[in-house]
């Protein structure tokens, strides 16, 4: 099973900008689905964003969208989140999580996950 590592999680203003990453071992990486979940203080767990293999298929969270952008380096099996305009209902932890097979747009099925990594924004 692989392993997930989040960092780059922190305090920002509102507007800001944060850039996640999520390094990976233990897996053939470059066959791997990654995404990205958020979980807020009192709220369920939701889905951001995940990334196909090859890193042309993208999917996004409706609040996300156009604002955060996915990708991926199979070289150094790291997972990005580039979070930009961010918005105090975007605090949550942000948990990195990996699934096999090529459905990146569903948001079942990920078996794999990191420990987190807290982004707090202020207003």
């Known amino acids: 099973q692989v392993q997930l590592v989040e960092s780059g999680g922190g305090l920002v203003q509102a507007g800001g900008s944060l850039r996640l990453s999520c390094a990976a071992s233990?897996?053939?990486?470059?066959?791997?689905?990654m995404g990205w979940f958020r979980q807020a203080p009192g709220k369920e767990r939701e889905f951001v964003s995940a990334?196909?293999?090859?890193?042309?298929?993208?999917h996004y969270a409706d609040s996300v969208k156009d604002r955060f952008t996915i990708s991926r380096d199979n070289a150094k099996s790291t997972v990005y989140l580039q979070m930009n305009s961010l918005k105090p209902e975007d605090t949550a932890v942000y948990y990195c999580?990996?699934?096999?097979?090529?459905?990146?747009?569903?948001?079942?099925?990920?078996?794999?996950w990191g420990q987190g990594t807290q982004v707090t924004v202020s207003s």
């Open positions: 233990g897996g053939t990486f470059r066959y791997l689905v």
């Open positions: 990334i196909g293999w090859g890193g042309l298929g993208t």
């Open positions: 999580a990996a699934k096999a097979g090529t459905a990146y747009n569903d948001f079942r099925g990920y078996v794999s």
